[in-house]
């Protein structure tokens, strides 16, 4: 079975935290990619990366960057976190245009 | 620039009844079209993609060139097919993107 870990369920941060969210895959898929997730919104693309060191902007990249260093792990950066990025962050890695996703971290900024 | 729009945020049906989850997308090329469901705690998993033809669970989708959209059908719904329902577009340079989600809500 695929399997797309995110380091953590639960995060609460304060405002202006330099937050990191991590997640890792063990299918050697090229492609990964960062979303969020809000009621009434979907999942909206942050960022995605095709391969080692590349990205692409997302529809959302604006407040956020991203790290590829290896290929398995992928991730998200908030620089100085804000209370409007409140929300269900998900990773996904995957091949062929399928996509796998982890369980998801709730990150709460106060 | 690619864009997936589901019209209803939610869609109650009875047991039995049937179910059509609605899903239109602009793209301008070629895209490959697909359905994700999220069940009850839960991760986000793939349903069913356009190219395989395939049903899973008693769900089919069609995409419609000509009306752009790719809606997800089941003649007989069951509880258990109560969830969150995304359907997704992956256009050039392996970008998938997301519609906002239809909650289906199969009432007893």
């Known amino acids: 079975d695929v399997k797309v870990t995110q380091s953590s369920r639960y995060l609460v941060k304060r405002t202006g935290e330099k937050v990191f969210l991590e997640c890792v895959q063990d299918?050697?898929?090229?492609?990964m990619f960062w979303y969020r997730q809000d009621p009434g919104l979907g999942l909206r693309l942050i960022y995605f990366s095709y391969d080692v060191k590349m990205k692409e902007k997302g529809d959302i990249p604006e407040g956020y960057s991203v790290s590829r260093e290896k290929k398995e792990r992928f991730s998200l950066i908030l620089e100085s976190a804000s209370t409007n990025q409140t929300s269900m962050y998900l990773c996904?890695?995957?091949?062929?245009?399928?996509?796998?996703f982890g369980s998801g971290t709730q990150l709460s900024v106060l | 620039a690619q864009r997936v729009t589901q019209p209803e945020k939610l869609l109650s049906v009875f047991k039995g009844a049937p179910v059509e989850l609605k899903c239109n997308y602009s793209?301008?090329?070629?895209?490959?079209l697909f359905w994700y469901v999220q069940y009850s705690r839960q991760r986000l998993q793939l349903l069913l993609r356009h190219i395989s033809r395939e049903s899973i669970k008693g769900f089919t989708a069609d995409l419609n060139k000509g009306e752009t959209s790719f809606h997800l059908k089941k003649p007989f719904a069951q509880e258990e097919d109560s969830a969150m329902y995304y359907c997704?577009?992956?256009?050039?340079?392996?970008?998938?993107?997301f519609g906002t989600g239809t909650k289906l809500q199969v009432i007893p």
């Open positions: 996904a890695s995957g091949a062929d245009e399928k996509l796998f």
């Open positions: 793209y301008s090329g070629s895209p490959e």
């Open positions: 299918m050697d898929h090229e492609n």
């Open positions: 997704a577009l992956s256009g050039g340079y392996q970008k998938v993107t």
